[in-house]
């Protein structure tokens, strides 16, 4: 059973910075997909940015430029750089990996981003 366990969530002032960290554990080799996801209270989850095996990645409009997704293959991690954040950031942080383009998802417990001054 795959593990995934987010880190780096909490407090910041609008125009701050966050770093997010989502680990794998468990009988997977590597993950072909790998990204974040948020969500708030009583709207859908919508993905944040994505970062793919063929080293493509998407983001959100609502994030270009200010948020960067990377991968370290080897340890099988996927962090995300937030930068200049916005109040309508604030949410539930979600990290996703697939083993395949095609495979079931694996979710991590989410972290709480909450930005105000």
Same mark, same amino acid.
């Given at each position: 059973?795959?593990?995934?366990?987010?880190?780096? $969530?909490?407090?910041?002032?609008? $125009?701050?910075?966050?770093?997010? @960290?989502?680990?794998?554990?468990?009988?997977?080799?590597? #993950?072909?997909?790998?990204?974040? #996801?948020?969500?708030?209270?009583?709207?859908?989850?919508?993905?944040?940015? *994505? *970062?793919?095996?063929?080293?493509?990645?998407?983001?959100?409009? @609502?994030? %270009?430029? =200010? #948020?960067?997704?990377? =991968? &370290? +293959?080897? %340890? +099988? *991690?996927?962090?995300?750089? !937030?930068?200049?954040?916005?109040?309508? &950031?604030? /949410?539930?942080?979600?990290?996703? !990996?697939?083993?395949?383009?095609?495979?079931?998802?694996?979710? $991590?417990q989410?972290t709480?981003? *909450?930005?105000? /001054?």
């Amino acid at each position: 059973q795959v593990q995934l366990v987010e880190s780096g $969530g909490g407090v910041v002032q609008p $125009g701050g910075s966050l770093r997010l @960290s989502c680990a794998a554990s468990g009988p997977v080799a590597s #993950f072909a997909v790998m990204g974040w #996801f948020r969500q708030d209270p009583g709207k859908q989850r919508e993905m944040v940015a *994505t *970062t793919f095996s063929d080293d493509t990645q998407s983001y959100a409009d @609502s994030v %270009k430029g =200010r #948020f960067t997704i990377s =991968r &370290d +293959n080897a %340890k +099988n *991690t996927v962090h995300l750089q !937030m930068n200049s954040l916005k109040p309508e &950031d604030t /949410a539930v942080y979600y990290c996703l !990996m697939r083993e395949t383009f095609f495979s079931d998802a694996w979710w $991590g417990q989410g972290t709480q981003v *909450t930005v105000s /001054a």
